[in-house]
Structures are given as C-alpha cells and as structure tokens.
C-alpha cells in the first residue's frame, strides 16, 4: 500500500468530515460507512482527515466498495499534541502542522463536499468550505450536510444571520441537508455527472 504519492489531477474527489469521537456500533457510524462505500462502487475517490471516529468509518467502506475501480482514500492528517489513531486504510497522505493549510487542501481538491456529524472541528470545515464558496475563492460545489444536527442549524442561519442581512439568499445554494448515504449518493451522482460533461458548475437542483 502506496503511503505517499501523487494526487490525480482528473480524479473526482469527495471530501467527508465528521466527528472523531464516533465509534462502531453507533448508526452514523454506519451511514458514513455506507456513503463511503456507494462512491467507491461509482469510482469516486474520498478525501478524510485520516483520524479515527467517522473519517475511519469513511476509510472501512470505501475500501470494501473498490472492488471494481481504482478509486483512492487521501488522507490530509494533521499533527496535534496529543496524537490520534489513523484510519484503518489511507492510500495517499499528506501531514501537515497548520491547520490552515490543511483546511485549504481540503477545499483545494474537493468536487463536493459531506459533513456529518461532528463538533468544534467539523463545524469548522464546514464554515471554512462554505465561505470559501461564498466568496467565489472555491467554484460552486455541493457541501451535503448528513444527518440530524443540521436543519436547526440551518433555521438559526436564515432566521438570525440571513434575516440580519448579514448574507444573501443565494449564498445557501450551496448547501443540501439530507438524512441518508443514499439521499447524498444521488446528490453526488449528479454532481459527477456534470464534472464528466466538463461543466464548471457542479450544483444539483434543489
């Protein structure tokens, strides 16, 4: 297994956040392991954090779903005091000790982004992606918010940032709450669909 290597610059790529702390056993862990799975059957590589938690549930299921294509798991892993446990298989890696610039590689090679999820970390790659979007640095792609936690997030946004003015309508394009891997595969199936046709705005209809 190839540590360290190149990234494919025509590879379509999905990044996944989520929280480190969910172990086995817990149903998120599995919609994440199924989600995971669904892109590599469609030949779709995955971008995680490379820790422990939801980024190992990512890495278990697109390993199991490879079995036909020669898809990659790209781990950006981060240096921390307190060291965490790898996921259980990472085919590139790329360390970093800033966690700013890991934050841009992220965005940088992401076709779409999922969010499960997660605390203080994954709130923070959600944010950080959406602006990004939002200020054109990063072209429209979908980030897919999985799972429970975020419509009322959502409804605090429209009810308290978007009601303020403080950003347009528009700037939640970009976003798509669903609940299950399969609800995001269709999303991401249609998002690929337009990458292969060489369109530069990936964003499904809402």
């Known amino acids: 297994m190839k540590k360290r290597g190149k990234v494919y610059r025509n590879h379509f790529r999905v990044s996944i956040f989520g929280s480190a702390r969910i172990k086995k056993g817990d149903p998120r862990f599995k919609i994440v392991y199924d989600l995971a799975k669904k892109l590599a059957e469609n030949g779709i590589d995955i971008i995680i954090g490379g820790g422990p ?4 549930a990512a890495s278990r299921g697109h390993l199991v779903g490879r079995e036909k294509h020669k898809v990659h798991i790209i781990g950006l892993t981060i240096q921390l005091p307190k060291a965490q446990k790898r996921s259980y298989h990472l085919d590139r890696i790329k360390d970093f000790k800033i966690l700013s610039k890991r934050l841009d590689n992220f965005v940088h090679l992401s076709n779409a982004v999922v969010v499960a999820p ?3 970390g994954t709130l923070l790659e959600f944010f950080f992606t959406w602006q990004l979007v939002q200020v054109k640095y990063k072209r429209s792609i979908p980030i897919i918010l999985l799972g429970k936690p975020w419509p009322g997030l959502i409804s605090w946004i429209k009810k308290q940032p978007l ?5 347009d309508k528009k700037d939640l394009n970009p976003i798509y709450l669903v609940e299950t891997s399969d609800q995001a595969i269709n999303l991401i199936k249609k998002t690929y669909k337009e990458y292969l046709k060489g369109n530069t705005k990936y964003l499904p209809k809402q």
């Open 163 to 167: 009601k303020n003015k403080f950003l």
């Open 53 to 56: 938690g939801l980024m190992d």
């Open 118 to 120: 997660g605390g203080i």
